[in-house]
């Protein structure tokens, strides 16, 4: 167990629909990070949060965005879904979200747009 | 752009010999490498992590070797164990750049 929760784990939605995902960090960790893993690709980043600022930018769709709360929980809003936004959308935190530091990942939730 | 190449999808190997699962990188800025290991329905879990100022590091029966001039590096496990079948995933990070880049991961099966 990592200590980085993600809910839900799964979660099957229509085309068009608005989903959020939700991320806690492990206990102590500022940065939050976003990784998307499409069927058989590696893991994409997507965007990353350092207490409740945006850090870093990845290929994240216009149509997606997130942010970090005060608690340092993050969300991540995916709006006029498409069928291949289905993927593993992975949170990851870590202490400073800074370089050379350990990313911790969560378990993930599981989308499915039909 | 996959700055980041797993080549082999799948390795198999008998249980107690060595499994060597290599990546290569094509981006020089890179200075931080990581591998992780990934079962079915669950998030990748952290094994072990090179900076590029070491060529070994070990932990247990965990070796990562990173070789700069080819830009390639490998993780050997020895023994392999039943437990360690899974996906395994290379990535690295650069010194201007905080995120992660992944490989797309090598299927390890380790047989009785």
């Known amino acids: 167990d990592s200590g980085v929760t993600q809910t839900p784990k799964h979660l099957i939605t229509a085309t068009g629909q608005r989903v959020t995902l939700r991320c ?10 976003w990784y ?14 350092y207490n409740g600022e945006e850090r870093a930018k990845g290929n994240i769709l216009e149509r997606f965005s997130a942010q970090q709360f005060p608690d340092l929980h993050s969300e991540l809003n995916l709006s006029s879904l498409e069928l ?10 870590s202490a400073r979200g800074t370089h050379q530091e350990t990313q911790y990942f969560g378990p993930g939730t599981r989308l499915l747009v039909l | 752009d996959q700055q980041v190449k797993q080549n082999s999808p799948s390795l198999s190997v008998q249980e107690g010999r060595i499994s060597i699962l290599n990546c290569d990188y094509t981006n020089s800025m890179f200075d931080y490498f990581l591998w992780y290991k990934k079962y079915p329905a669950e998030g990748p879990t952290f094994l ?40 395994y995933f290379c990535a690295a990070s650069a010194s201007n750049d905080y ?3 992944f490989g797309a991961g090598t299927t390890v099966t380790v047989r009785a």
Do not use: M, W
């Open chain 2, 99 to 101: 995120k992660l880049s």
């Open chain 1, 36 to 49: 998307q893993q499409s069927l058989d690709q590696g893991l994409q980043f997507l965007i990353q949060y």
């Open chain 1, 84 to 93: 291949g936004d289905s993927a593993l959308y992975f949170c990851a935190s």
């Open chain 2, 48 to 87: 072990i992590s090179i900076s590029s100022i070491k060529d070994k590091n070990e932990d247990g029966r965990f070796t990562v070797f990173l070789n700069k001039s080819a830009k390639h590096l490998s993780l050997h496990i020895v023994p392999s164990q039943p437990g360690d079948s899974a996906v």
């Open chain 1, 24 to 33: 806690s960090p492990r206990s102590g960790d500022l940065s939050v990070y």
